[in-house]
């Protein structure tokens, strides 16, 4: 029986909110996890669900690859109607690959706090929320595994500073044909941001970003924007940034760089989710230093985590997918006590991480077999880490994938 963790009060998290969203950079606050924290992770957590349940992936609807609702009835449609939010805007963006059609998608949403729970909450909450990868180019994006240098201020491009060019490249490309407007991702997230920073300029405030997947590396991704072009640096706005089953998203000097200019991230990871240890599986923070004195040449060059980790620890074997589940993230943070989630099997298959493998050909499906043999040896000469999720994720690397060329770059970048 699940044990849910008990309620806390609005009246409390008013008195420390900055706390909360990581002013101390959650210090004492995870280990063991404070109720309030716990909260407020699960609601962000609910918040990105809703951009999973309110993502049309119907392919007779007018709305197909876009929100179900209109901006006004969304939280409703989606069970939210009681959050306190109205939602702003829809966020679209497209991935730079010439795979299939890569025309904008819905990506996530904007919404901000009443004023009736902005007085609960303290302030005035911004969230903007992200959903993972569904999309075939999105999943090619995903793997596109070279780090290449932000450069998201002119003034100041600081050539070290890289990121992975797939969530660079769905983050700022734009499509001048899109019937939302020719606006990249980042372009409608800043115009958005800077308008809302303005609006409630006399208020205290703060930004939420909050997302799954490759949507949690979206949302690093736009706090370090806000952060290194200053946008929330006069009003005092703390940035934070929840993240569920997040990848890596930079090299050592990104990460560097977010620390100096105060990126809060918090990171939920299930330590059998094979997603939070890709890109840079084998190279990594885990082995820029030898015997912690010396980094070795490509230190650079390895991919490593943003941010203070919040562990849980979940796995089914009958259900391998639920590893990476955002569903089975909210109901383990909910049921402290039960590591033993039901997962709702709707909201499973909306994300790539469900496997249908009777719909894969032999010949693809030998394809799936040696690559989770390959990924299989290296990891475990590398690391100490549990293999058997990586067969769910090879098999949907390949569901995903459009043709057997497509296969065969995966494979070859993520190798």
Same mark, same amino acid.
């Given at each position: 029986?699940?044990q849910?963790s008990?309620?806390?009060t609005?009246?409390?998290?008013?008195?420390?909110?900055r706390?909360i969203?990581g002013?101390n950079?959650?210090?004492?606050?995870?280990d063991?996890l404070?109720p309030l924290?716990?909260s407020e992770?699960?609601?962000?957590g609910?918040?990105?669900?809703a951009?999973y349940?309110a993502?049309?992936?119907?392919?007779n609807s007018k709305?197909?690859?876009?929100?179900?609702?209109?901006k006004r009835?969304?939280?409703r *449609?989606v069970?939210l109607?009681?959050?306190?939010?109205?939602?702003t805007?829809y966020?679209?963006a497209?991935?730079d690959?010439n795979?299939?059609d890569t025309?904008s998608r819905w990506?996530?949403y904007v919404?901000?706090s009443?004023?009736?729970?902005?007085r609960?909450?303290?302030?005035?909450?911004v969230?903007?929320?992200?959903r993972g990868?569904v999309?075939?180019p999105?999943?090619?994006a995903?793997f596109?595994?070279?780090?290449?240098?932000?450069r998201?201020?002119?003034h100041h491009p600081?050539p070290d500073v890289?990121? *992975?060019?797939?969530?660079?490249?769905?983050?700022?490309?734009?499509?001048?044909s899109s019937k939302?407007?020719?606006?990249?991702c980042?372009?409608q997230?800043?115009?958005?941001?800077s308008?809302?920073i303005?609006?409630?300029?006399d208020e205290?405030?703060?930004?939420?970003l909050?997302g799954?997947?490759?949507g949690?590396?979206?949302a690093?991704l736009?706090?370090y924007?806000i952060?290194?072009l200053?946008l929330?640096?006069?009003?005092?706005?703390p940035?934070a940034?929840?993240?569920?089953?997040?990848p890596?998203?930079g090299?050592?000097?990104?990460k560097?760089?977010c620390?100096?200019?105060g990126v809060?991230?918090?990171r939920?990871?299930?330590?059998n989710?094979?997603?939070t240890?890709?890109?840079?599986?084998?190279?990594? *923070?885990?082995f820029?230093?030898?015997?912690?004195?010396?980094?070795f040449?490509w230190?650079?060059?390895?991919y490593t985590?943003?941010?203070?980790e919040?562990v849980l620890?979940?796995?089914?074997m009958?259900?391998?997918s639920c590893v990476?589940d955002?569903e089975t993230?909210?109901g383990?943070?909910?049921?402290?006590?039960?590591?033993?989630v039901?997962?709702d099997q709707n909201y499973s298959?909306?994300d790539?991480?469900t496997t249908n493998?009777?719909?894969?050909?032999n010949?693809?499906?030998?394809?799936g077999g *040696?690559?989770f043999?390959?990924a299989?040896d290296?990891?475990?000469s590398a690391?100490?880490f549990?293999?058997?999720?990586?067969?769910?994720?090879?098999?949907?690397?390949?569901?995903a994938?459009?043709n057997?060329?497509?296969?065969v770059?995966?494979?070859?970048?993520?190798?």
């Amino acid at each position: 029986m699940c044990q849910p963790s008990k309620p806390v009060t609005n009246s409390k998290l008013a008195d420390i909110w900055r706390e909360i969203q990581g002013s101390n950079n959650w210090e004492d606050l995870v280990d063991p996890l404070h109720p309030l924290l716990r909260s407020e992770i699960i609601r962000y957590g609910e918040f990105v669900s809703a951009s999973y349940k309110a993502f049309d992936l119907d392919p007779n609807s007018k709305r197909y690859l876009n929100c179900k609702y209109g901006k006004r009835n969304m939280m409703r *449609e989606v069970g939210l109607e009681k959050s306190g939010y109205e939602v702003t805007k829809y966020i679209y963006a497209t991935p730079d690959i010439n795979i299939g059609d890569t025309c904008s998608r819905w990506i996530g949403y904007v919404a901000v706090s009443t004023d009736e729970a902005s007085r609960k909450l303290g302030r005035r909450d911004v969230v903007i929320t992200f959903r993972g990868t569904v999309t075939n180019p999105e999943w090619v994006a995903n793997f596109m595994s070279s780090l290449t240098p932000a450069r998201l201020d002119p003034h100041h491009p600081r050539p070290d500073v890289k990121v *992975e060019s797939g969530f660079l490249s769905l983050y700022t490309s734009d499509e001048s044909s899109s019937k939302f407007g020719p606006d990249s991702c980042r372009e409608q997230l800043l115009s958005e941001i800077s308008r809302l920073i303005n609006k409630y300029k006399d208020e205290d405030m703060s930004i939420t970003l909050a997302g799954h997947s490759m949507g949690s590396s979206l949302a690093v991704l736009l706090a370090y924007d806000i952060a290194e072009l200053g946008l929330a640096k006069n009003d005092n706005i703390p940035v934070a940034v929840f993240s569920f089953g997040g990848p890596r998203v930079g090299n050592s000097e990104f990460k560097k760089r977010c620390e100096e200019l105060g990126v809060r991230v918090l990171r939920i990871v299930n330590v059998n989710d094979p997603i939070t240890k890709m890109p840079g599986v084998l190279f990594n *923070e885990n082995f820029r230093v030898l015997g912690g004195k010396y980094e070795f040449p490509w230190s650079c060059s390895c991919y490593t985590h943003v941010g203070v980790e919040l562990v849980l620890d979940f796995f089914n074997m009958q259900n391998l997918s639920c590893v990476h589940d955002l569903e089975t993230y909210i109901g383990l943070l909910k049921c402290p006590n039960n590591n033993s989630v039901d997962v709702d099997q709707n909201y499973s298959k909306r994300d790539s991480t469900t496997t249908n493998f009777d719909n894969i050909n032999n010949h693809v499906m030998i394809m799936g077999g *040696e690559f989770f043999d390959r990924a299989k040896d290296l990891i475990l000469s590398a690391q100490d880490f549990n293999m058997l999720p990586w067969l769910c994720v090879a098999g949907n690397m390949i569901k995903a994938s459009a043709n057997e060329s497509v296969v065969v770059m995966i494979c070859r970048k993520i190798l």
